[in-house]
Nanobody, 121 residues
Framework: VQLQASGGGLVQAGGSRRLSCAAS????????TAWFRQVPGKEREFVAR????????YYADSVKGRFFISRDNAKNQIYLQMNSLKAEDTAVYYC???????????????WGQGTLVTVSS
């Protein structure tokens, strides 16, 4: 599975942004998909994951109630709607796909290239 993330950019604190991730190749609909983020000097951090059928969704405490993950298997797309953005949400955001419903980055075998979100305070 190849993944291509997009939608990053500069946004003011309190604003919203939607990230997209286009998948190609493989059986996308059978994978658990997730979003991670990373800032320089720190490890990649789990943000949210969603099951293959969208029934199961799980969020990091830091984004719960503000971020929402979704997917459209017919379009091979994953989305991350980010609301009430804070300066500390500034990071490169990565989409990922894997077979395990986990929070650790090592549990995902397929990664997009990352898209930068900068939140200005």
């Amino acid at each position: 599975v190849q993944l291509q993330a997009s939608g990053g950019g500069l946004v003011q604190a309190g604003g919203s942004r939607r990230l997209s991730c286009a998948a190609s190749g493989g059986t996308f609909s059978s994978y658990i998909t997730a979003w991670f983020r990373q800032v320089p000097g720190k490890e990649r951090e789990f943000v949210a994951r969603i099951s293959w059928n969208s029934i199961g969704q799980y969020y990091a405490d830091s984004v719960k109630g503000r971020f929402f993950i979704s997917r459209d298997n017919a379009k091979n797309q994953i989305y991350l709607q980010m609301n009430s953005l804070k300066a500390e949400d500034t990071a490169v955001y990565y989409c990922a796909a894997g077979r395990q419903p986990v929070m650790r980055a090592s549990g995902y075998g397929y990664w997009g290239q990352g898209t930068l979100v900068t939140v200005s305070s």
